[in-house]
């Protein structure tokens, strides 16, 4: 189990197919960050993100506090196409290390803008953020969770092998939480073992 950091550090990390980079936003990411939030497509499933703030002053004070926290208490990555070096979406682990002290677990999400889904994207970025918090970081455990309806991003969960369990979510309604154990993580095989 890795140590907390106590300052920020910027994260950068290649798809092992060299197809992606997943890394730390710079504040010229906000227009594209916005642009994908503001698409309704990609939030469907995501009512917590359909809020008044889309505004670029909103995206780029984000930006800093993603970037003033990064892996102290969370980790936000833009995923960039290296060939045309597009930002197609972004990933982050919130709730990083709530026990304080070392890295104990990771909330997980991710999008992919509506554009470039069906690509196999979701699948590359996951893996490849997966691999860098069990292999690299040395996180404990994390957790995914997704609206019962999400039927693609459960997809893309069973995909890659992870098993979810139905849990009221307050104050209505219910989701799918999956928790992934590193030991459970077999990164020689890029697969899940449950
Ligand atoms: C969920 C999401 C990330 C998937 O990304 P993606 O790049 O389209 O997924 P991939 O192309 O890598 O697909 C990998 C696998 O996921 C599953 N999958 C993807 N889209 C699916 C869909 N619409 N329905 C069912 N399964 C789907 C499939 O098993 C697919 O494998 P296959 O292509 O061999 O059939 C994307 O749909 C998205 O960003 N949605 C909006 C944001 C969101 O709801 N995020 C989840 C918050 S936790």
Known sequence: MAEQETEP???SIVSPSGRLLLRSPESADAVAI????????NVAYLPHLNHQYHTLEHYSELIQQWR???LVTNL???IVRRDDDKIIGDCKFESLSP???DWEVGDCS?????AEQGKGYGQEALRTLFDYAFGTLGLDSLTMSTAEEN?????LAEKMGLHGRIE???PSGRHIVYRLAEENWCIKHGRVEI
Request: proline share 12%; hydrophobic share 35%.
């Open 151 to 155: 039927l693609p991003m459960r997809g």
């Open 110 to 114: 991710i999008m992919i803008d509506s």
């Open 99 to 101: 026990e304080g002290g």
């Open 76 to 78: 936000f990555l833009v």
């Open 34 to 41: 916005l642009g994908n939030v503001t698409n309704p497509e």
């Open 68 to 70: 003033n926290s990064s």
């Open 168 to 170: 009221p979510k307050p």
């Open 9 to 11: 550090q910027l994260v």
